[in-house]
């Protein structure tokens, strides 16, 4: 059983730019919730994905977007990027079955520089 | 959302029992209590969870108070490879998000 990956590991990019990381969900999983984590503070929620359409969300503007892909996988895209938006990127997956999610499983993360 | 409190740091050293407390005073009647855990470098690992009654697993118990405003992780017998941050988080029965707070730093000393 293949665990949650994220691509990439590192990203360095300057303020202004846009920026794609990638999630691929554990096998059996069909929803995938994003977190950021700022350097010594917990994850923070961004959104959750199921059935391609976004099912919550946290409080983050609307430069941060995301795509769910018919296998799963899935897409954070941050626009115009902020410094403040260096951070650890948290990808989780987890089964939803009817209205209940299932335990979250992470992904290793991508860590986001913005220069 | 509910908030948990726990202690910024612990101590244990190597083959010791280590119990991590939680106080969830605000915890509602379908919150249920979840354990994660964040080595250095990495993502956050499920440890364990429950609502009502003690939990055991292979990794550590959960041993969950008659009232439900606190709990305690245990670790039976610790390793070096237990150092990380623990985090005491309420999730609602089928909640979507999970909602972090600052967790314990536990060092394990040899």
């Known amino acids: 059983e293949t665990g949650v990956t994220q691509s990439p590991t590192h990203l360095i990019k300057t303020r202004g730019q846009q920026v794609t990381l990638r999630c691929s969900s554990q096998s059996g999983h069909n929803t995938v919730s994003w977190y950021q984590q700022a350097l010594g503070q917990g994850p923070q929620f961004i959104f959750q994905?199921?059935?391609?359409?976004?099912?919550g969300r946290g409080n983050f503007p609307p430069r941060f977007s995301g795509l769910q892909f018919p296998n799963y996988s899935s897409e954070l895209n941050v626009n115009a990027l902020e410094l403040d938006d260096s951070a650890l990127y948290l990808c989780?997956?987890?089964?939803?079955?009817?209205?209940?999610?299932?335990?979250?499983?992470f992904g290793p993360g991508t860590r986001l520089t913005v220069l | 959302d509910a908030k948990t409190t726990q202690p910024n740091s612990m101590e244990s050293n190597e083959e010791e029992p280590v119990h991590l407390p939680c106080n969830h005073s605000?915890?509602?009647?379908?919150?249920?209590i979840h354990w994660y855990r964040q080595l250095p470098s990495q993502g956050p690992e499920y440890v364990i969870h429950g609502l009502t009654s003690n939990v055991n697993n292979r990794m550590a118990s959960l041993a969950i108070a008659e009232d439900r405003k606190s709990s305690t992780l245990i670790l039976h017998r610790a390793t070096l490879r237990d150092a990380a941050v623990y985090y005491c988080i309420l999730r609602e029965g089928g909640g979507d998000k999970l909602i972090f707070g600052t967790g314990t730093r536990l060092q394990v000393f040899p």
């Open positions: 989780a997956s987890s089964a939803r079955t009817g209205g209940t999610t299932d335990t979250q499983y």
């Open positions: 605000t915890i509602s009647g379908t919150d249920y």
């Open positions: 994905y199921y059935r391609e359409e976004e099912n």
